[in-house]
Nanobody, 122 residues
């Protein structure tokens, strides 16, 4: 059974930092791109960042570029999101997802985690 389990969410002050993790299990993820998405209350799920299997290619949403860094440790099947200079607008449930090819659209991701809540206070 494939599982993606996010952790590391919580409450942070504006300007602060959090580091999210996503542990993947249940199958090999060789060649899979892994992404972070987020969904704020009353809004659609949106792309945040993606990292290819080789690690050679990373893409970020404009809203987080320069503040967030996505990384992965393939030996541990784990995806990370380092979030710095947090803003109240970053408040959302953060999800990790995996796709067999490079993708940034929610509809084409094969696997999803259940999410972890990030709340940023002003």
């Amino acid at each position: 059974q494939v599982q993606l389990v996010e952790s590391g969410g919580g409450l942070a002050q504006a300007g602060g930092s959090l580091r999210l993790s996503c542990a993947a299990s249940g199958r090999t993820f060789v060649g899979y791109t892994m992404d972070w998405f987020r969904q704020a209350p009353g809004k659609e799920r949106e792309f945040v960042a993606a990292k290819t299997w080789s690690g050679s290619h990373a893409v970020y949403a404009d809203s987080v570029k320069g503040r967030f860094t996505v990384s992965r440790d393939n030996t541990k099947n784990t995806l990370y999101l380092q979030m710095n200079s947090l803003e109240p607008e970053d408040t959302a449930v953060y999800y990790c997802a995996a796709a067999p090819r490079f993708a940034t659209t929610p509809g084409v991701m094969d696997y999803w985690g259940k999410g972890t809540l990030v709340t940023v206070s002003s």
